[in-house]
């Protein structure tokens, strides 16, 4: 039995419109629902992504990121045209970005140079063409990339060993060697460690009285 409502003279485009439209009423999510990223079913992101001109999209995403691109969408286009823009879709592939306009730098008026840290996420021929895509699809209309640095930096451990040696030289003579032509410290202060008595002449010699005096005279010898 024929359940069509088309005349017989309708096109296969109108039959195949007919055909598809036919399915609408297995769909038992309320319409409503599926404008909302977070109550959408999964398998329906792709075409809501599309109604809301999502820009960035990768069907291999998991659903949290899927519906996280969705949302920010509104954000993003609500500031296309700005740095912030620029910015957001630079952090959202996982890197960091440095803005440098003509007139900081002194470039040709309407430019601006960008300096991309990948960090640890890496960079292929593929992610800098969609880069290069965002980037433009973000940026203002009035202004054009002059200069675009690729930054990249690598972390791990580096072994450094250092050694220190230290002494000094020592010439030893024979006993009372002189060198000819030279000056010379031979390292020795006398002390005799003498002590004095004072007897004077007119007393006995049971008065005699120790001062308690140790002489010690301080020189110190240089030879030549």
């Known amino acids: 039995m024929n359940n069509t409502l088309l ?6 485009w109108m039959r ?9 009423s297995g769909i038992t999510v309320a319409i409503r629902t599926l404008w909302t990223p977070t109550a959408c079913p999964v398998d329906l992101l792709p075409y809501l992504a599309w109604a809301l001109s999502v820009d960035r999209w990768d069907k291999n995403w998991p659903a949290e990121k899927k519906i996280a691109s969705i949302q920010q969408s509104y954000w993003l286009h609500r500031r296309k045209g700005t740095r912030a823009a620029v910015r957001r879709v630079i952090e959202d592939m996982g890197f960091s970005a440095t803005f440098a306009e003509w007139f900081d730098v002194g470039d040709e008026p309407g430019t601006f140079r ?7 996420v890496g ?16 940026k203002p209309v009035s202004r054009h990339m002059s200069t675009i640095t690729i930054a990249t930096h690598t972390r791990g451990n580096a072994w450094v060993g250092a050694a220190n040696f230290d002494g000094e030289v020592i010439t030893v003579y024979p006993a009372g060697y002189i060198p000819d032509d030279s000056l010379y410290y031979d390292g020795s202060a006398l002390y005799d460690g003498n002590h004095y008595f004072n007897q004077p002449e007119n007393k006995p010699a049971e008065t005699i009285h120790y001062d308690g005096r140790a002489h010690y005279d301080g020189s110190h010898y240089y030879g030549e």
């Open 7 to 12: 005349p017989p003279s309708a096109s296969a």
């Open 16 to 24: 195949c419109a007919e055909a598809a439209t036919a399915k609408l």
């Open 123 to 138: 960079l292929t021929p593929k992610t800098l063409d969609e880069l290069n895509r965002l980037v433009g699809d973000a």
């Open 114 to 120: 960008l300096e991309i840290d990948v960090n640890e």
